[in-house]
Structure formats: C-alpha cells, structure tokens
Antibody, heavy 125, light 109 residues
Framework: QLQLQESGPGLVKPSETLSLTCTVS??????????WGWIRQPPGKGLEWIGS???????YYNPSLKSRVTISVDTSKNQFSLKLSSVTAADTAVYYC?????????????????WGQGTMVTVSS | QSVLTQPPSVSAAPGQKVTISCSGSSSNIGNNYVSWYQQLPGTAPKLLIYDNNKRPSGIPDRFSGSKSGTSATLGITGLQTGDEADYYCGTWDSSLSAVFGTGTKVTVL
C-alpha cells in the first residue's frame, strides 16, 4: 500500500528557506500517470496547492508562489522535495505531500488520491 | 484566495441528505474534471470523488458527485455523525494550476 511521509524542520525563521521532503514507500515514484504534489493549509483555513512534479522533473507551480518555490525529485531515493524561500508568518501552515493522479489523458483530469499525514511548519523568530 | 466558491457550512439531521455546491468558471470547472475531498478534524484530506462523479474503491455510494456547466455538487445521503468534516472541491485551472474550493463544514444536528 502506497504511503507518503513528510519530513523537515517544524520551525523556520522569517526570510529563510523552508525545506521539506516527502518519502514515498510501497510503490515507485517513477510510475506513469502520477505527479507528486505539495499542498498547504494555514491554521483554520482552506487548502492551497503549491505545486507538482513528475518523475522526469517536469513541474507545475502555483502562480502566486512560483517566484519562491522549487520542487525537485530524487527517483533513486523515491523522494520529492519542496523549497520555499523568503518565508514570512503567512507561510505558517500544515504542509501535505500527495500523489497527484492524472485520471485521464491530460491535466484536465486530476485528483490527489493519496496524502501524507502532514507536517506543521511555523515561521517565527 | 480560492477561485472556487463553496458555502461555509451546511447541516442536517442524521439520516438526511446534504448537498454542497462548488462554483467556478470556464477557466476551471467548465473545462476540467472535479474532485471532492473529506477532511475529518485533525487529519489529512481524503479523496471522495474524482472525474466529477466517480468514487475510489472503499468510498460508500452515499457520496455522489455531479457537474453542470461551471458548477459542481457533492451529495451525501444517509447522513451519519462520522460525516462531520470539512469538504473541499478541486479541479485544474487554465492558469496551469490545481485549485481548491473555499471549503464547507458539514454539521450533523
């Protein structure tokens, strides 16, 4: 059974870079039909997609975060990672990694079908 | 700032039915498939519906989805106390990004 697990610091200082890794177990990150995504949820608020990556390295990013986000993949470790630069208190959130399933033949059909448990990241000095 | 609008809350008695709307535009729902997620308190979201109206294995048929034009709807019949959760719609947008709805809290009276 495929599982995802986020890891990384729970506290980041303002203006620094937030770095998280998602480890995929029980299956290969190199599977076709799947991207791998990051989604965050500020306390008491809704879900915000950050970006997704294919095992080949192809990426999609949220336009509102694109200038600060880098998502990378390491197929040898079955992991993908998130870096968010110049963080502020507004970046405080639970960060989830999830499998971004292309259910059809194009991005028009997509769903996040498997999620990690999430990790809380607080931005504070 | 989500581009998909949902009612903040809906409620009904046990055994009754609730529907949750998700309103978008031709840039997202109108030309893409919709998914729905259930988020129980303190847990990660769970996929309930994909491709507008399909249920993943293990999701009971009490949950249903539909789409018409630039709006989508999630229905929950035979409401149970365990259905109390936040529900989110999601889809792809022409800005080449995934988008989620504002979220709806379901309360079982």
């Amino acid at each position: 059974q495929l599982q995802l697990q986020e890891s990384g610091p729970g506290l980041v200082k303002p203006s620094e870079t937030l770095s998280l890794t998602c480890t995929v177990s029980g299956g290969s990150i190199s599977s076709s039909s799947y991207y791998w995504g990051w989604i965050r949820q500020p306390p008491g608020k809704g879900l915000e997609w950050i970006g997704s990556i294919y095992y080949s390295g192809s990426t999609y990013y949220n336009p509102s975060l694109k200038s600060r986000v880098t998502i990378s993949v390491d197929t040898s470790k079955n992991q993908f990672s998130l870096k968010l630069s110049s963080v502020t208190a507004a970046d405080t959130a639970v960060y989830y990694c999830a499998r971004d399933w292309i259910t059809g033949t194009t991005r028009a059909s997509t769903a996040f079908d498997i999620w990690g448990q999430g990790t809380m990241v607080t931005v504070s000095s | 700032q989500s581009v998909l609008t949902q009612p903040p809350s809906v409620s009904a008695a046990p055994g009754q039915k609730v529907t949750i709307s998700c309103s978008g535009s031709s840039s997202n729902i109108g030309n893409n498939y919709v998914s729905w997620y259930q988020q129980l308190p303190g847990t990660a979201p769970k996929l309930l519906i994909y491709d507008n109206n399909k249920r993943p294995s293990g999701i009971p048929d009490r949950f249903s989805g539909s789409k018409s034009g630039t709006s989508a709807t999630l229905g929950i019949t035979g409401l149970q106390t365990g259905d109390e959760a936040d529900y989110y719609c999601g889809t792809w947008d022409s800005s080449l990004s995934a988008v989620f709805g504002t979220g709806t809290k379901v309360t079982v009276l």
